[in-house]
């Protein structure tokens, strides 16, 4: 029997709605969601490693109630009013920083 790649990466890849890492993320998010709720809004979210796509598949982007920043090593095309994409490493606190102070300026 052959062994492909692209037989492993099917079933893990997180834009897929129907993955297996996408179906645990949702069951996350409903708690997550769950905790912030009595939050007051506009909320900032700092999601250090998130992108577009995840924010995406929970109906988050484009919310005026929400506002996130992410920070990952390049920084993603800018795509919705309230996500903010900043291109660092979180391992050097100038980085960090930097992305705190953006996302709750």
């Given at each position: 029997?052959?062994?492909?790649?692209?037989?492993?990466?099917?079933?893990?890849?997180?834009?897929?709605?129907?993955?297996?890492?996408?179906?645990?993320?949702?069951?996350?998010?409903?708690?997550?969601?769950?905790?912030?709720?009595?939050?007051?809004?506009?909320?900032?979210?700092?999601?250090?490693?998130?992108?577009?796509?995840?924010?995406?598949?929970?109906?988050?982007?484009?919310?005026?109630?929400?506002?996130?920043?992410?920070?990952?090593?390049?920084?993603?095309?800018?795509?919705?009013?309230?996500?903010?994409?900043l291109a660092g490493d979180a391992r050097i606190w100038s980085n960090l920083t930097t992305?705190?102070?953006?996302?709750?300026?």
């Amino acid at each position: 029997m052959e062994f492909s790649i692209p037989i492993i990466r099917r079933p893990a890849d997180s834009e897929d709605p129907n993955s297996l890492p996408n179906k645990f993320g949702t069951q996350r998010f409903r708690l997550f969601e769950a905790l912030i709720a009595p939050l007051p809004r506009p909320l900032r979210i700092l999601d250090v490693g998130g992108t577009n796509v995840f924010w995406e598949q929970r109906d988050w982007a484009g919310r005026a109630d929400i506002q996130l920043v992410t920070l990952n090593l390049t920084a993603e095309e800018q795509r919705h009013e309230n996500i903010q994409s900043l291109a660092g490493d979180a391992r050097i606190w100038s980085n960090l920083t930097t992305a705190l102070r953006r996302c709750f300026q």
